[in-house]
């Protein structure tokens, strides 16, 4: 049976013909903003807040949102790296909502959609990504690795996604240190913090910072995952639809369970 995931992918292999048939971007100097280097000495639990209008699952969360005032705020009240949906057909998103996110903030910019083919890295840079996601299950060994090495050739942090053992199997072959488990499965729909728990040993094992996503809500749904070894949190709906966003995310803001010492 198809699924989303195949449907997204299919409208991303046209999307990709159609970037390939325009000039050629200009290449842009970007300074380079580290996420990861946020990770390093982290007290607290880093948020990545995400500005979502609209998902396949939920549809509309926030039509009308002004990105660049939404990210200002999740920046002001402390989000350490801010996500920007880019995909249109199903988000409803736009590179040029990450662009004007670029010229509203320095913090860096995770650049969300689902990558094939290294043009849509070459523009999710030219608008001014930091980061950009690559999605174990939309990605074949050697398409994940080529793409990992072209964005990293280009001075860009990966953020890998996985959602079972299987794609983190897969991810673990790279070297790449930031790994987000998705709680929300791409095929179903449904979320479940228990994935995060489920995968959180063997990545914390293998010294990756473990990056949970989706289906974040609470203060208590962030301790659950911190007490599962998560260094990060991805939070889109909630703040999407939140009246004050930045209380929200300060709720969120918890101090990272301390390894003890001797
Ligand atoms: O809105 P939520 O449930 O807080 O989820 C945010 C983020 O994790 C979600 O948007 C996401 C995770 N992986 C993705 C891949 C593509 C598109 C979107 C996503």
Redesign the pocket.
């Known amino acids: 049976m198809e699924t989303i995931l195949d449907r997204i992918i299919a409208e991303k292999q046209k999307e990709v013909l159609i970037l390939k048939d325009l000039p050629v971007l200009k290449e842009v100097d970007r300074k380079h903003v580290s996420f990861i280097q946020k990770l390093q000495q982290a007290e607290e639990v880093k948020i990545i807040a995400?500005f979502?209008r609209a998902?396949p699952s939920k549809g509309a969360i926030n039509l009308d949102c002004d990105p660049s005032e939404q990210t200002l705020q999740y920046v002001q009240a402390g989000a350490d790296a801010v996500s920007v949906?880019t995909d249109r057909t199903f988000?409803k998103g736009d590179f040029r909502d990450l662009e004007e996110v670029r010229k509203a903030i320095t913090a860096p910019i995770l650049c969300?959609d689902?990558i094939i083919d290294p043009i849509q890295i070459d523009y999710a840079k030219h608008a001014g990504a930091n980061l950009i996601?690559l999605?174990a299950a939309a990605l074949d060994l050697e398409t994940l690795h080529s793409l990992y090495h072209y964005a990293t050739s280009k001075g860009l942090e990966v953020l890998m996604?996985v959602h079972n053992e299987a794609e983190l199997e897969k991810v673990l072959t790279t070297d790449n240190v930031l790994i987000?488990v998705?709680n929300?499965n791409?095929k179903t729909f449904e979320?479940d913090l228990a994935t995060t728990e489920r995968l959180a040993s063997k990545i914390v094992e293998s010294n990756r910072y473990l990056i949970s996503?989706?289906?974040?809500a609470t203060t208590e749904d962030v301790r659950r995952v911190v007490a599962a070894g998560a260094s990060g949190i991805?939070?889109?709906?909630?703040f999407m639809r939140h009246e004050k966003p930045e209380e929200a995310l300060r709720a969120m803001k918890l101090p990272l369970r301390r390894v003890a010492s001797n």
């Not at 996503?213 to 974040?216: D, H, P, Y």
């Not at 991805?234 to 909630?238: D, H, N, Y």
């Open positions: 995400e979502k998902s949906l988000f969300k689902f996601l999605i996604e987000g998705n929300r791409l979320v996503e989706s289906g974040i991805l939070v889109g709906e909630t």
